[in-house]
């Protein structure tokens, strides 16, 4: 059964520190994105990327965040200058495309920010 | 702005018994309402999904019923299981060119007892 992979399962950082979330989304899917869940709280929307760009972003992907899909893929999100209110599990997320809505979750990043 | 509303938060059900959680959402375009099933350390996993032209869909145990006019909806777990134990949540996404960014409610954590 295809799945959305993520690395790592774990990641520790200092505040201040740049890092970057990996994602391999299923392989024939169009829609990629990122979401977060704060520890014991609801899963939030970050941002969908389709067609090599930015197609949608909620209030939370400011400036300090970026994605790429720096080849056929891989799919990244950056946080540039880390915060210790960024420390959340970031799941990715893809979907086929038009008119097939289902979106397959990976396991997931827990991104610790000490 | 809450855009999609769940309760109850925390739900306890014998095995056997019927697991009841409710949805309300406040955007009238929203015309995909999945919910999604989460073991702990695992993304959310689809379970059942409806969109608004139907009032009820079925998939063996699980059932959402969907009611336009209150813009409510809400999944009905029957014969619940210990396995059925996870946390829940309800979603709603709109279908435009950009994707499909889901809006997720606070989730509800099932106890199906033994």
């Known amino acids: 059964e295809p799945e959305v992979t993520q690395t790592p399962s774990h990641q520790v950082t200092q505040m201040g520190q740049e890092v970057i979330l990996r994602c391999v989304p299923i392989s024939n899917h169009l829609y990629f994105y990122w979401y977060r869940q704060i520890l014991g709280q609801k899963v939030e929307f970050l941002v969908s990327f389709y067609n090599n760009e930015i197609s949608e972003k909620s209030e939370i992907f400011d400036d300090q965040f970026s994605v790429e899909r720096p080849d056929g893929s891989n799919f990244t999100l950056k946080i540039r200058s880390t915060k210790l209110e960024d420390s959340a599990m970031y799941f990715c997320?893809?979907?086929?495309?038009?008119?097939?809505?289902?979106?397959?979750f990976g396991q997931g990043t827990r991104l610790t920010v000490v | 702005q809450q855009q999609v509303k769940q309760s109850p938060q925390s739900l306890i059900v014998q095995k056997g018994g019927i697991s009841i959680i409710n949805c309300a959402y406040e955007n009238t375009a929203f015309d995909y309402f999945p919910w999604y099933q989460q073991f702990p350390g695992k993304g959310p996993a689809l379970l059942i999904a409806?969109?608004?032209?139907?009032s009820e869909k079925k998939e063996g145990r699980f059932t959402i019923s969907f009611n336009k006019s209150a813009k409510q909806f809400s999944l009905h777990i029957m014969d619940s299981q210990p396995g059925d134990s996870a946390t829940y949540f309800c979603?709603?996404?709109?279908?435009?060119?950009?994707?499909?960014?889901?809006?997720f409610g606070k989730g509800t954590s099932l106890l199906v007892t033994p």
């Open positions: 997320a893809s979907t086929s495309g038009f008119m097939n809505t289902e979106a397959f």
């Open positions: 409806i969109r608004p032209d139907v």
């Open positions: 979603a709603a996404s709109l279908n435009s060119n950009s994707g499909y960014a889901l809006n």
